[in-house]
């Protein structure tokens, strides 16, 4: 996909919908094989397009430390690459499926201006949608410290990249150059602007037992935004999407229809 994006495309009996598919952090397309395999064997089964977010799977990585609306242009231009292999339809919905970092990025599709397509909806789950709020974590103590010491010239900046490989979360430590600095820049993103600003309805299916993005987030999110977002709790972690596709299927098959 523009070299950019690597994805993979389902021609749908029902030409009337698309649905895209956006991973996590770390993850790949990959993770949406079963749900894939699930919404083909439906009868009238939609167009189904989902790609490896870039710096993931077979998707290279950006040049440049790129914000998630970054990672939303690049797949605006995918989902139109797909739009021009489907046949022609008027009444055509689609609907964007975002886990975790993947659903940074599809809420960032409704904020971006000249997009030549329009979205019917979102179905998201375990997107960290609000910053600052009552259940973000605090750094750790021993962090803290050393990045005040760095702050005042007190220790080296080698001293405090060594805490951040401690300190730091799994995805911190585990991405590296540009894609850490895209990682960090991206988890201090707020997304309170872009849910005042909706305008499609947005489903947020959320684990019940989500730890990385509490459930919490989910309802704080549906207050900024009563009108067009509707709170679906269900047992599960943060990968219950995941875990469970024939729960996501039916989610997402139930929203379509009701859009």
């Not at 599709?109 to 979205?119: E, I, N, R, S």
Request: hydrophobic share 40%; charged share 20%; glycine share 8%.
């Amino acid at each position: 996909m523009d070299g950019a994006i690597f994805g993979e495309v389902e021609a749908g009996v029902n030409d009337a919908q698309l649905w895209v598919l956006l991973h996590g952090w770390s993850r790949s397309l990959r993770d949406f094989d079963t749900f894939c395999q699930l919404a083909l064997s439906q009868r009238e089964f939609p167009w189904i397009a989902r790609f490896d977010l870039p710096g993931f799977g077979n998707s290279p990585e950006p040049t440049e430390p790129i914000s998630s609306k970054g990672y939303g242009q690049l797949v605006s231009r995918a989902i139109q690459e797909v739009l021009d292999q489907m046949p022609q339809n008027d009444n055509l919905k689609i609907v964007v499926v975002g886990h975790s970092f993947g659903g940074r990025v599809a809420l960032n599709l409704t904020g971006l201006d000249g997009t030549p397509f329009a979205l019917a909806g979102l179905v998201l789950s375990g997107v960290p949608l609000i910053r600052n709020n009552k259940v973000a974590a605090q750094p750790k103590l021993g962090y803290r410290l050393m990045r005040y010491l760095a702050k005042h010239k007190i220790v080296s900046y080698e001293r405090l990249e060594k805490a951040r490989e401690r300190y730091g979360s799994s995805d911190y430590r585990n991405s590296k150059g540009v894609m850490r600095e895209i990682f960090v820049k991206v988890v201090n993103e707020d997304y309170s602007p872009l849910l005042e600003k909706l305008s499609v309805p947005a489903l947020l299916l959320w684990g019940d037992g989500d730890s990385a993005a509490p459930i919490e987030v989910a309802w704080q999110a549906r207050e900024i935004c009563p009108r067009l977002v509707t709170v679906e709790p269900v047992a599960g972690d943060h990968f219950v999407v995941l875990s469970d596709p024939s729960l996501l299927l039916r989610s997402v098959i139930k929203f379509t229809e009701g859009i």
